[in-house]
């Protein structure tokens, strides 16, 4: 667990927060560009334009990325009345924080096979891999289809009209469904995320 690494090596502990809260400002930043993009003065007018990470971290989100390696950030309110594309709208904004997770992977992926000659030691390349692996776990987690994480959204968008009771169980039941997951499924998140990151590794320096 990363929290281990505060009493084995706290400065690669400050790399991994350095990680962390870059990972979560970029990915809650581009939930809130988007829905300004698309009309929705919301987010601005409550400060998550921004890239101040103190905006967008989640206590409790932030706590479990360091206990167990998954986690999330403060979620960006916006009216989706506002958004000038009612029927993709919400589904956009939604998918724009794990689509800065896979640019994140793929940029400081690229950069880790660009610094691959300082050797898997050296503080900087150790950084820009723990970017790679902190986004990599934030997009698999928030596309999980329950709310608040962002693939409900999307799932929402897709979902016919006759499928809107899926829609309102898992709007009044997707906390505790989360929370399960939180409690039970770590492995399964484990295992997948171990089976991607490979992928992943295998494409950066093959």
């Known amino acids: 667990m990363i929290l281990n690494l505060l009493f084995q090596d706290p400065i690669l502990f400050l790399i991994w927060m350095v990680a962390i809260v870059m990972a979560i400002t970029i990915h809650e930043f581009s939930h809130a560009a988007a829905a300004t993009t698309l009309g929705d003065p919301t987010p601005s007018s409550l400060g998550r334009l921004s890239f101040n990470p103190m905006a ?14 998954f986690g999330w950030g403060r979620p960006v309110p916006f009216n989706p009345y506002n958004l000038r594309n009612q029927r993709w709208g919400a589904a956009i904004v939604g998918f724009a ?92 998140f484990g295992k997948l995320f171990s089976i991607m990151y490979d992928a992943v590794l295998h494409i950066i320096f093959a």
């Open 97 to 188: 924080g794990p689509l800065a997770n896979i640019a994140m992977v793929i940029l400081f992926g690229v950069l880790a096979r660009a610094f691959m000659g300082l050797g898997v030691e050296n503080r900087l390349f150790i950084l820009l891999i723990s970017v790679v692996q902190i986004n990599l776990a934030l997009l698999i987690f928030n596309l999980i289809p329950i709310p608040p994480l962002d693939g409900s959204k999307v799932l929402f968008a897709l979902l016919p009209e006759s499928g809107q009771g899926i829609r309102h169980f898992l709007e009044r039941y997707g906390l505790y469904l989360l929370l399960a997951l939180v409690i039970f499924g770590t492995s399964i």
């Open 56 to 69: 967008h971290i989640d206590p409790f989100g932030f706590i479990l990325l360091i206990l167990v390696g």
